[in-house]
Structure formats: structure tokens, C-alpha cells
């Protein structure tokens, strides 16, 4: 995006920002009010646009050769994604898979001053209708006879396909679990693959077993708890899938 050069994020590759290793500097420390992902919210509380926002961090790492989640990594392919298709992000989330999967609610974004999605998470929608989402994804993105998602698109974000998405404690990633296209991989088998959102929140799928899990939360102990639990919630899931025949 032209706007972005000379910024954090000039130099960074679209498969940069899907495998969150854009190099980017931040701390998504929710418990720490000076952390960058409370800043983040703080400067949209006050009116600043996502996209200022994006613009005001800084590169700490070569692109590529680091995982680390950042939130406005996924901010940054949500306004792509707006850009190229010309098309508000729910608009196009409506007409490509909403619409297209008989999701059974309606789902809202958080919005910026401007009006602009909150990509990088604030989609408020029902258990159920997730739960449709990740079944999508154990379908390889079949429904229905239909081809909702490429097949190969599926497969790809599940992989992990440099050394520093690997599964595991090493120098290249700052989690123990692995990552592929915006989707977690805990590894070990690194068989299975999960959408881990703030506070305990899942979208579980185990495509060996066809299982797909969903689940919602507002664990406020998610702070202190947060590697113990990650763990936890995928045993439990994990144990979900094993006992179905």
C-alpha cells in the first residue's frame, strides 16, 4: 500500500503478515496498560484510525525470519483486503463466506472513526456460526458441493513452512506453538490447528477426525493463565477428538 512507505511495514510481504512475521515491534501484553495492543486501543478510544495507527510503528527484525503475533499484522491485510476489492470488509466477508455457508446470524465489526473493520479481531458473531466457519475450513473449503475456499488455500494455512513457524521452544518464535496463515499450530502431532483468540476463545479443528470445536469466553484470568491455559484448552480438545470413533 502506497501510503505505508517509509513506514514499519514497508518491505513486509503479504506472506509476512498471514504468518506473523512481519518484524514488527510490539508487546500484546494485555495486563501491561503501557503494552502496545493497549496504546492501540487507547489511540481508537480518542479517534485515531486504525490505519494512523499501523503507520506509527516501527521494524525491530528482518521480515520473514521471526514469529511473533502482532494484532495489527491482520489489521494490515484486513485494509489490503478493502483496498483491492474496493469493498467494505463486512461487505466482502458477507458475499464470499457469510452468505455463502448459511451463517444463521448476523455478525457486526468493531469500527474505527472512519468506519473501517476491525480486522485484527471485534467480530462479534454466534457460537454456532463460528463454529459453521471452522467446519468450513475441516471441509477444506467444500460446502455443499461448493468451492467456498480453495482446497490448496486450506492446506497451506495449516502448515508450517519455514523454521520459525515450527511447533516447539526455539530462538525464531516468541510462542511454543507453531503458526501458518493466520491460524495457530500447537503441535505434537502438528496434525490439528486453532484460531486462539483473547481471553480463551477457539476454533478448534482436528481434519483427521473431522472434529471442529468452537468456544467462546471472557476468562478474566486470562493474563495470568494464558500459556497454562492455551495448553489446557487444546488437551481438552484434543481429548474431544480422540474419544469420537
Known sequence: MEDFKGTGYDGVSIKNLLQMSSGIK??????????DINKFGEAVALGKPFRDFAKTLENEREPGTYNQYVSIDSQMLGMLVMQVTNKPLEEYLYE???SQIGMESEAYYLTDSVGDAMALGGLNATLRDYA??????????QWNGENIVPSS????????DAPHLIPGEHDLSSSPWGYGLQWWVPGFPDTDYTASGVYNQYIYIDPLKNVVVAKTSSNHRFTAEKEYSKAAHVAMFRAIAKSID
Not at 510490539?26 to 503494552?35: I, N, Q, R
Not at 459453521?132 to 473449503?141: H, Q, T
Not at 488455500?153 to 508450517?160: I, K, L, N, R, Y
Open 26 to 35: 510490539f508487546d500484546e501484553d494485555y495486563g501491561d496498560p503501557e503494552s
Open 153 to 160: 488455500w486450506v492446506d497451506a494455512s495449516h502448515q508450517t
Open 96 to 98: 464470499e463466506i457469510w
Open 132 to 141: 459453521k466457519f471452522g467446519l468450513l475450513y475441516a471441509n477444506r473449503g
